[in-house]
Each structure stands twice: as C-alpha cells, then as structure tokens.
C-alpha cells in the first residue's frame, strides 16, 4: 500500500500506488492542472499512514457550546450554549456565555436565541442574528442588556430580513453581513446603528475583515463557470467590493465561514471533504499554502475563530447522537496541530 496526498485540497487517503497514480492523471486530464500547481501538485506518498492532523483528541466534558468568538486578549472566550431541559422557552436556546480560561469559570452573559455572534472590539456591544423566519440582525450591549434592532421591525431597515452573519469591522464603525435571500442579496454593509444598509458584492456570503479594515474576504459562486456546475470559492475584495479575486479551486462547493488572522496573512474556513464531513484548512491571504488542520471522522468543524497571538484556532465540532445535534469547542495549536477541548472532561 502506498498513500496519496494532494496538497490543493488536502484529501488524504489509502490507495494502491497504481491508484494514486491514475487518480492523479485523471486530475491533470481533467482540466485542474492549474489548480494543482498553484497548491503544489499530488504526490505519491510512500509508507506513511499518518495523517498531519490530531486523531488522538482527548475526550470533552458533556456541555453543548458552538459559535465561539475569542476576547482581545484571548484570556477569555465568548460562545453559545443551550441549557439543558425539556421546556420550550427559547431563552434556553443558544445563550451567550463567556469562559474565563485561567480559571474555568463560565457565566451566562444574554438570553437566547442567538445565532453566529460577534463581539464589537471594545467588547461593549455583540451584533447577531435571530432564528426567526426571517432572520434579523440585532445588537445587544453587554452590559446594560439593551438590544437593537438593525434590521427588520422597529428597525432602520424594516422591510430588509434574511440578514445574517455579522461582524463588526476593525474599528468598529461599520458592519459586515450577508443578505442571504430575495433579491437584490448578497455581502453587505451598514453603520453600526443601521442606517445606510447596502449591498457592495451580489451574491457574496459569509464575509469577514482583514484587520486594516480596506478589505474582506467572503464566500461567492464560482463566476468563470456556468449553471449548473458552480462551485462556490473563497474570494478577497476590496471594501468597496472592487477588485474581486478568487483565490481557492476547489472540488466541491461545501466551503463556508473564512476568518481571517489577527495579522491578515492567513485565513481558516471550514470545508467539506470526500465523506461529507467539514475540516479546518488554513491557506495564505493569497490562496498559497492551503493545508488541511483537522481531521477524523467523528463530527463536521465549522466556525473558527483565531487567537489574538495565531498561535491557535478555536473551533465547533458538530456530531449527532441519533437525531440531536451536539456540538462542542476544542482549540488547534497552529504548529503541532494538537486539538484540545475547551471543557475536558473529567
């Protein structure tokens, strides 16, 4: 047995030397030698059936946590956590929690029902989105609890909904979403009390700011192919929307949330490989390096959130017991690639 790996979208599996081989001829004859070469080629891997990644995770305490945001000085971690019961008072949903991790300490911060918060750079304000029908964008401050709407009812955008994903700029003067359905839709940006809502790239998703705040990088269909085969990619743009750049190729369109590093040079974003299951990757600002940073096949990695140092990424990992999702946090040391859970189990 000989092992392939291919650096482009960092697929790692068992197959005979002959396999590989074909398999890579295959790729090339099929039109995705540049691809390739932009991500350093396949190689024909011998006797090496060690993955990169951490498949040894020490086990995580039974507390249900996703969407986790670090603090400024990454002592403490924001996340969403819904609290056991059976009742079906949606303030039990998806809380917003803050863990002190010198001390473990862990304290309910806002109600439910939140969905992907962001936590403004001064820490003072956490912009959201509901799960209602129609998805509004709301922001709550944390300490006098007082919540706005920023979309929808009672809002400056009453008849704008499918808000969704927002994230407070560098600065904290403006904010990024997605307006995910209707038409027109697509990335979009207001002021942080509303007003002047627009879109500024149709059809992008899931965006986020470099850390000058003149650029983000976001999610949008393949736009050099036509229907039916989009795929969608990873792109970087200019705040203002000009000078798009597609910098990923990707096989499969299952690729979702960029983040990009407190230094802008990296970015991480979840992305669903051959068994359907999403994994981290990290690639350069500019599309090069791309590598694969988790692994296994016990649950789907999404929502990533860098340290403040880039020394490690938080992230959720999500699996089903029967029927019922459960999703818990775990950190990824960017050198080793060891996982660890936040909440180890005792």
């Known amino acids: 047995m000989s092992y392939l790996r291919f650096t482009q979208d960092v697929v790692y599996t068992a197959s005979s030397l002959w396999s590989a081989w074909l398999r ?9 030698l540049v691809s390739l070469t932009v991500f350093g080629g396949c190689s024909l891997m011998e006797n090496d059936d060690t993955p990169p990644w951490d498949t040894d995770i020490p086990e995580s ?15 403490e971690l924001f996340f969403l956590h819904t609290r056991e019961g059976t009742d079906a008072n949606p303030g039990r949903f998806n809380q917003l929690w803050k863990v002190n991790l010198s001390t473990g300490n862990r304290e309910q911060v806002a109600p439910g029902r939140l969905t992907t918060p962001d936590v403004s750079p001064d820490e003072e304000w956490v912009v959201f989105h509901s799960r209602a029908q129609f998805s509004h964008l709301y922001k709550l ?5 007082s919540l706005v709407a920023l979309t929808g009812p009672d809002s400056p955008n009453p008849d704008l909904d499918a808000t969704i994903v927002g ?11 997605t307006r995910s359905a209707g038409e027109p839709r697509g990335l979009s940006m207001m002021n942080p009390d509303g007003t002047e809502a627009e879109i ?15 650029r983000v ?13 989009r795929r969608r990619q ?11 750049e597609k910098i990923t190729d990707l096989p499969d369109s299952d690729v979702s949330l960029p983040r990009v590093s407190p230094d802008g040079t990296q970015i991480v ?13 990290v690639m350069n600002a500019d599309g090069s390096n791309l590598r694969q940073i988790t692994g296994g096949k016990d649950g789907s990695d999404r929502i990533a959130d860098w340290h403040p140092t880039e020394e490690k990424i938080v992230f959720e990992r999500a699996y089903y017991t029967g029927y019922q999702r459960v999703s818990s946090l775990y950190t990824v040391d960017l050198k080793t690639l060891d996982v660890e859970p936040v909440f180890p189990a005792d």
């Open 24 to 32: 890579c001829r295959l790729l090339f004859f099929g039109g995705l």
């Open 61 to 75: 305490e039974d507390f249900d946590a996703e969407a986790p945001v670090w603090t400024a000085d990454g002592e």
């Open 141 to 145: 401050h944390l300490e006098s609890d």
């Open 167 to 177: 994230r407070w700029s560098p600065s904290g003067d403006r904010i990024l979403y």
């Open 200 to 214: 500024f790239i149709p059809y992008g998703v899931q965006g986020d700011w470099f850390p000058d705040g003149e």
């Open 217 to 229: 990088v976001y999610v949008n269909w393949d736009m050099n192919e036509e229907d039916p085969g």
């Open 234 to 244: 990873i792109y970087v743009a200019n705040a203002d929307g000009s000078g798009a």
């Open 269 to 281: 974003f979840a992305y669903g490989g051959d068994e359907g299951l999403r994994n981290l990757y």
